[in-house]
């Protein structure tokens, strides 16, 4: 007989309670294998793609796309019995059973177990018709951890920067068509719709974009990346007493050498950017000032040294600010930096950045010279104490010995935390920095 089992929204990461269930990946009917994907969704940390830890046939979704779900709460039911193959117990009395330790086991960092809705048949009572899952109760619990409700039917499909930029745009996913294979909407489909080029049937809807005519004013839930960005910017701006120091550059030396390494044969194929020097520069300068990679341990009231550099990297993603982690950063040479910066901003931009690969920095670097910006005072990220922002290099008039030149010069920021960092402290790893840049020829001597 049917054997239904609900699955519930894991807890992806530590400390999250909630997640925006973005699309499903399976459908009534579908049957799935174990650790089969089913769902991607969006907590506060990164967009994540959640597998299920039994086979079977999918029964019910019970939540949809754009609902914000509590952990914990059911998703789907599925009967992993489908064809009847388990054998009821004659003696058993009805139970509704928790689902075998070793069956949670193959979902690597799975949260709070299923519910089982199976119930056994009564000694000497007529077999019963295959059971259909339970429409109210089961379905219950997912209704009462719904904050907000879209509109059913359709559900399209799209990667989570289309919806972004769908949202960003105020187009309604629900009426396009997508035309990429298996009918998933492109970033083409949304810019298309935006200007007005698309189908008639591809309007904007004013009720689910937000907009509304009257006030000209289109207004967006404030969740996921952005209101957890939000709030550690709070936190960290109004608990760390800020200080930010600057200092601008002469890097002509660095910019000559990157053109150098691009031509030789070991950096070959490898993207080799100001960020990557910046990047070792950091790691170098923290091991001679080791205050900027502590951290302050109000709790436990103890300054906490790491003898480790966890790197993060400020990324703008169509999800909203990230900020991915380069493990043991201090440990790679150049080449292995390059190569690690390039896959981290990569998934970034795709919006696959995973919560894990957010967690556990001990010193981040932001780059807002990309968008041709001279310099800013950044806000540390919580449990970090120092932030180093690179602006734009720019040709700049500047005085090479007693005579005025054109140069690449570069602008560097660092805000860091007066509890952990001293002045002195602050100025002496700011300088190193601004020495590796200058001149990269000054790492031999570290």
């Known amino acids: 007989m049917p054997e239904y089992k609900q699955f519930p929204l894991a807890d992806t990461a530590e400390g999250l309670t909630e997640a925006d269930i973005i699309a499903w990946q399976v459908k009534p009917g579908d049957k799935v294998t174990v650790n ?82 199976q119930r056994r048949a009564r000694k000497g009572a007529a077999p019963a018709a295959p059971a259909a899952p339970a429409p109210a109760a089961p379905a219950a619990p997912a209704v009462a951890a719904v904050s907000s409700k879209p509109k059913g039917g359709y559900v399209p499909l799209a990667k989570p920067p289309v919806r972004k930029l769908a949202k960003d745009l105020g187009v309604d996913l629900h009426a396009l068509t997508g035309t990429a294979e298996g009918g998933v909407i492109t970033r ?53 007493p800020h200080v930010t120091e600057f200092l601008t550059i002469d890097v002509t030396p660095m910019m000559e050498f990157r053109e150098k390494l691009k031509k030789s044969r070991e950096f070959a194929g490898v993207k080799v950017t100001p960020l990557t020097f910046a990047a070792k520069a950091v790691c170098l300068a923290a091991k001679r000032t080791p205050d900027v990679n502590a951290v302050w341990d109000e709790a436990a009231q103890e300054i906490v040294y790491k003898d480790y550099v966890h790197l ?106 007066h509890r952990v960092v001293d002045g002195q402290q602050g100025s002496e790893f700011l300088a190193d920095v601004g020495a590796l840049l200058a001149d990269p020829a000054v790492a031999i001597t570290y």
């Open 188 to 240: 083409d489909d949304v810019q298309a719709a935006a200007n007005g080029s698309a189908a008639p049937a591809a309007a904007v809807s004013s009720v689910d974009s937000g907009y509304d005519p009257a006030t000209r004013e289109r207004r967006v839930p404030i969740k996921g990346v952005r209101k957890a960005t939000a709030a550690a910017m709070v936190q960290s701006a109004y608990t760390a």
């Open 36 to 117: 089969q994907i089913v769902v991607e969704v969006e907590t506060a940390k990164a967009a994540v793609e959640l597998p299920i830890p039994w086979a079977g046939v999918v029964t019910e979704l019970l939540v949809e796309p754009g609902q914000t779900v509590e952990v914990g709460a059911p998703i789907l039911t599925i009967d992993v019995d489908p064809d009847g193959k388990a054998a009821p117990s004659p003696t058993a009395a009805p139970v509704a059973e928790e689902p075998a330790e070793e069956e949670m086991k193959p979902l690597v960092g799975y949260g709070s177990k299923a519910v089982v809705t």
């Open 312 to 417: 993060g990297i400020a990324a703008a993603t169509p999800r909203g600010l990230v900020v991915p982690k380069v493990r043991d950063a201090d440990s790679m040479s150049l080449k292995e930096l390059a190569i690690a910066l390039t896959e981290l901003t990569d998934v970034a931009r795709e919006g696959k950045t995973t919560p894990a690969a957010m967690l556990g920095g001990t010193i981040t670097i932001t780059n807002v010279g990309v968008f041709g910006v001279d310099t800013g005072t950044p806000i540390i990220n919580p449990g970090e104490s120092a932030i180093l922002c690179l602006g734009a290099i720019k040709d700049t008039p500047w005085v090479v010995d007693g005579e005025i030149k054109v140069r690449k010069v570069l602008q560097l920021s660092l805000s860091f935390d």
